[in-house]
């Protein structure tokens, strides 16, 4: 049974910092490319961020994240991580982890970025 279970999320300052986990079972976790989305209030999913399974760990990310977010995998923990740097009020939203061989979605973390 394919399982992914973020955690990590919480409530921070504008400028702050948080650390996403998604942790992984039920696949063979390093032959498959993984993602980050994040969902707004009122706002349609957006892709945050994606990893590949390639040796070169390949990576590409939304615009809005650019510079501030880094997504990177850890494949003897079947694990994938996004930190992100320099949280603003606008990247307040659900985060959900996506990949695996139905592109699998997780249940998501909520971020708060607000003073």
């Known amino acids: 049974q394919v399982q992914l279970v973020e955690s990590g999320g919480g409530l921070v300052q504008p400028g702050g910092s948080l650390r996403l986990s998604c942790a992984a079972s039920?696949?063979?976790?390093?032959?498959?490319?993984m993602s980050w989305y994040r969902q707004a209030p009122g706002k349609e999913r957006e892709l945050v961020a994606a990893?590949?399974?390639?040796?070169?760990?390949?990576?590409n990310y939304g615009d809005s994240v650019k510079g501030r977010f880094a997504i990177s995998r850890d494949n003897a923990k079947n694990t994938v991580y996004l930190q992100m740097n320099s949280l603003q009020p606008e990247d307040t939203a659900v985060y959900y982890c996506?990949?695996?061989?139905?592109?699998?979605w997780g249940k998501g973390t909520l971020v708060t970025v607000s003073s």
């Open positions: 996506r990949g695996g061989p139905t592109d699998y």
């Open positions: 990893i590949s399974s390639r040796v070169d760990f390949s990576t």
């Open positions: 039920g696949f063979i976790f390093r032959l498959y490319a």
